[in-house]
């Protein structure tokens, strides 16, 4: 009957220690629960910043290739107004010319007839 004593006590306490081990097993594995739960909540919030990094990525892009493609057009632009001075002060070149011509036709002009008015007005 000892014998069964001593064998109930070895089991008791062979039955507490797995209990204690149970709940110190039990223990860390809520800690590693808690711990994967701020993984987790870590990963979502870490998952939305790089979607919102890849929409802003995106959208630069974007604005990139819009202002890229109006540069092109602002330097054709740039090129078509060059002519257009180029044309402009070849006209203006043009007049000048043809003004200095009337000019001096003018000026030979009034020598004329001042120099007529001069004889006219000596006779």
Do not use: F, P
């Amino acid at each position: 009957m000892d014998r069964i004593r001593e064998k109930m006590k070895n089991l008791q306490a062979d039955a507490d220690a797995a209990k204690a081990e149970a709940e110190k097993l039990e223990a860390k594995l809520q800690a590693l629960q808690e711990d994967n739960e701020q993984k987790d909540q870590e990963i979502a919030a870490l998952t939305s910043r790089h979607q919102e990094l890849e929409e802003l990525v995106e959208d630069t892009d974007l604005k990139a290739r819009e202002a890229k493609k109006q540069r092109e057009q602002d330097d054709i632009q740039d090129g078509h107004d060059e002519r257009r001075i180029q044309a402009l002060q070849a006209s203006c070149d043009q007049w000048e010319a043809k003004y200095k011509d009337v000019e001096a036709k003018h000026a030979k002009l009034q020598e004329a007839m001042d120099s007529l008015v001069g004889e006219m007005g000596d006779i």
